[in-house]
């Protein structure tokens, strides 16, 4: 019983100054801005640039597919600086050479970073709602927020695994940067798999977000459970 509670003490610390810590490099103001402006940036930019490039109609599959993506904001940036912050800051040794649980302090980072990623997921589908691009009149809403919750959680074990990279290379900007680029072509976000070339499609099906944004979409569309996305090739 002391074990559990001293590894949920290290839990919460590990969520909480794992979050302030962010402040240490990032203003309060760079920090909001990220996670409202550049969220809305991409949902508008690639959104407005598919109903240019095939109607209306298809709003909803262009933001949908954009607001689950930009969990990977949180999921994959904010979980590579949680762990290669340390290597950075200089205290990578101290953490290794702890003998406190690690799964518990690394499990407590990760959490804060999946609430994030909620947050701009629904901030997303959100905008939509109010622009106009979106109708959420037949989504079932726990389905729907099993959904991103899944898809959210997914990304920050992602992350999780690019920070791990990160303590093997000089500029982990470089990979958080080139994966999340990537996202928006293999998910599925802005084009649909089944477009893709065959090799590409079987890339796409083993990334996290893939399902989670069909799944989405087919909510919103008025599914409910359970949603189990067809994988076509």
Not at 134 to 155: E, K, M, N, R, W
Request: net charge positive; aromatic share 14%; hydrophobic share 55%.
């Amino acid at each position: 019983m002391q074990r559990l509670a001293i590894n949920l003490q290290l839990f919460w610390d590990g969520a909480v100054l794992s979050y302030r810590a962010l402040f240490a490099w990032l203003s309060p103001t760079t920090f909001i801005a990220s996670m409202i402006l550049m969220p809305l940036g991409q949902l508008m930019f690639f959104t407005g640039l598919g109903i240019f490039a095939t109607g209306r109609q298809n709003a909803s599959f262009y933001l949908i597919g954009n607001a689950l993506q930009i969990t990977a904001l949180s999921g994959i940036f904010g979980m590579t600086m949680a762990i290669g912050g340390e290597r950075w800051a200089g205290t990578l040794m101290y953490l290794f050479g702890s003998p406190s649980n690690r799964l518990a302090i690394f499990t407590g980072r990760a959490t804060i970073h999946i609430f994030n990623g909620v947050f701009e997921v629904l901030m997303g589908l959100l905008w939509g709602a109010l622009i106009g691009w979106v109708d959420f009149s037949h989504t079932d809403p726990l389905a729907l927020a099993l959904t991103i919750l899944i898809a959210t959680f997914s990304t920050a074990a992602m992350g999780l695994l690019l920070g791990c990279l990160g303590l093997l290379t000089v500029n982990s900007f470089f990979t958080n940067n080139l994966v999340y680029f990537l996202l928006l072509l293999f998910s599925g976000a802005n084009v649909p798999i089944t477009s893709l070339p065959q090799w590409m499609q079987y890339i796409s099906w083993s990334l996290p977000l893939t399902r989670g944004i069909q799944a989405a979409r087919e909510i919103i569309g008025g599914a409910t459970f359970p949603i189990i996305p067809s994988v076509k090739f």
